[in-house]
DNA sequence: GCATAAATTGACAAACTTGACAATTAATAG
DNA sequence: CTATTAATTGTCAAGTTTGTCAATTTATGC
């Protein structure tokens, strides 16, 4: 018939750009030729595959919720059946295993240009809230009698420490950061009892 | 002699609005224009007062810098002899004291224009530091007798927590996101006896 | 080879952003 | 009132960003 569509493969490379421009300028600071240099691809092409500006953050938005998602199920996949706050906290503070940074400096750099976009407010919103309802639904498989108050303070404690350490490991040195904080998580765990 | 000069005024409102405006836009998305706006004076003045656009973000810096080394001398004098740590969280997670959302959100708007500003993560990596030594020296106080790891830990963690619920609470519901943070703050305290 | 459908390129206009400066207005001292 | 100094306004040019579209090139099936 006609040539192959790339529109797939375009697509993908171009988020990809979008989401590298986002986490190193910021949304308002990823313009359109940022993505473009950063793609490899001529600006109009952007148009082609995406859309205009406002069509091309949005897909970045749900791409980016859905990957965290999918890498969630991926992350509850490879944990045993016991013990699994425990083995989730290695894999978490894993600076090897840190390959999330990305997802978290996206995170953060949304979160700047959500205090002007509602809707993206409650998409990132749900996003956190899906994180530590995890953790909690661990907890509660793992120390079934404790109360909920205490489930859920440890929960938001081990989310805010992923996060905190993820977000601050381009700031100052990693190695430390990741183990004062994998052990703060540990710690926290440890009142489970 | 002649007609008394506003750049003292007129400098601290412009800052204030830039400020606004990173907070609402992010640092890439706070045009002369928006700040000029937001002070409510036309945009030659910012240049007449605070200089170009590059002065006007190193002069929020500079300024943010110097106000959060200043409240932090402030909350630290505020603190008892003892059990400063507790005192510390207790002020810290209380909504009513969320003063500093603001300085948070600002922090979190900085960071990402950091990443392609090596100066900026400088200085940030200096306050975040500054605030976890802190929390490190009142451990100190109060558990003399704990391994510096441990107490490294546990600073780590509430300064985390802190740095979360503040950032998250334009999020989710703040009121248990605070109480949630506190406590576990509080039951990460514990595990220094 | 040829028709077809898609990719790719080049170019343009409109809007926005920044930097700069001259002209004007306003407040104070003497 | 007047000289002086600063605040304020209006305006313009250069560069950037976005949206758009026509023209061209390229890869595939027949």
């Not at 500006?53 to 749900?62: N, Y």
């Not at 699994?84 to 600076?95: G, K, S």
């Not at 303070?153 to 004062?180: C, E, H, R, W």
């Amino acid at each position: 018939m006609a040539r192959p569509s790339k529109k797939e493969l375009r697509s993908e490379e171009i988020l990809d750009a979008c989401e590298r421009s986002i986490v190193q300028f910021g949304v308002a600071g990823a313009t359109l030729q940022r993505v473009a240099d950063e793609s490899g691809l001529a600006r109009p092409l952007l148009h082609h595959y995406v859309g205009n500006r406002e069509d091309l953050i949005a897909a970045v938005v749900v791409r980016f919720t859905e990957r965290a998602m999918a890498e969630d199920a991926a992350f509850k996949q490879h944990l045993p059946d016991k013990h699994r706050t425990r083995a989730a906290i290695q894999l978490l503070f894993d600076p090897r295993y840190a390959s999330s940074s990305h997802d978290i400096q996206l995170f953060q750099a949304l979160m700047v240009a959500a205090e002007e976009q509602a809707e993206l407010k409650v998409v990132l919103a749900g996003w956190y809230q899906a994180f530590v309802d995890d953790m909690e639904a661990m907890l509660s498989a793992d120390f079934p009698r404790v109360t909920a108050s205490a489930r859920r303070a440890v929960a938001t404690g081990i989310v805010a420490l992923y996060f905190n350490a993820d977000s601050m490991a381009s700031l100052v040195s990693p190695q430390p950061l990741f183990k004062d904080s994998k052990q703060a998580a540990l710690q926290l765990l440890e009142t489970m009892q």
